[in-house]
């Protein structure tokens, strides 16, 4: 059961352990949020590199493509 504060003395007192509360969660949020923040660097570091690949790979088959098809042209 919750106690009611009988004075203000003791309502400043509640809410201020209330605002030390919601400051600690929102600390541990913040630390969440940087946490994530790198993964998705780290995630976006990659989809960078498999996209490079599939590049190189699609101008690759575009110049075989060219040299068969120039090569029937002769």
């Not at 780290?42 to 690949?53: E, S």
């Not at 575009?62 to 029937?72: D, S, T």
């Amino acid at each position: 059961m919750d106690m009611e504060p009988e004075s203000e003395r003791e309502h400043i007192i509640s809410l201020q352990g209330h605002i030390t509360g919601v400051k600690r969660d929102i600390d541990h949020l913040k630390e969440d949020v940087k946490h994530v923040h790198q993964d998705l660097d780290k995630l976006g570091g990659k989809i960078d590199k498999i996209y490079w690949v599939v590049l190189s790979t699609v101008g690759a088959v575009v110049l075989i493509f060219l040299e068969v098809l120039f090569g029937m042209v002769k």
